[in-house]
């Protein structure tokens, strides 16, 4: 039997990389709406790059024009290193250009919201992504995470309670927190 596991809008993280400072108020404020809480916000393709070399988030959601290149480049740049290959990538655009689109979709993009979109769009592209992080055959035998002892290291109690929560939210009751290893 299988688990059912219970992965919500908050447990994401975000990276939003969006020139126009407006409009990062304005996802981020759709995101909020939606429970997404952990987002960071990039204003071009080499600082996003930059900034998650470290800390990569859950999804990537890009504007097509950038200041330093397209999203289409950002979305191949993040292909292209191993550390985020597998990053989920969302694009926001009123671009409709196959010659533009298409690359897009060959890089891996889970969702493409119009510019401007409406909650509904981002809610139905934010469950694509959770679909896309918690595939079935990923998911844990019933047996196997009752039994399971986790234990969570960092430096950060935020970051601990967090990584607790979305445990607890699979199943996982026995998880130890400490601060380093």
Known sequence: MSAEF???????SVALVEPSTTQQHIIVKHLNTLGVVNTICYHDKTSALAGISDNVP???ISAMHLPDGTGTELAQA????PRTAELLFMLVSSETAYRYLEPLKQAGVVAILPKPFQAGDLRKALNTTLDFLLPEENQLNVQAVEEMNVLVVDDSVTARHHIRRVLNNMGIANVTEVTNG
Not at 6 to 12: N, P, Y
């Open 6 to 12: 219970s992965i919500t809008f908050g447990d994401l």
């Open 58 to 60: 859950d999804l990537m």
């Open 78 to 81: 993040l292909r292209k290193d």
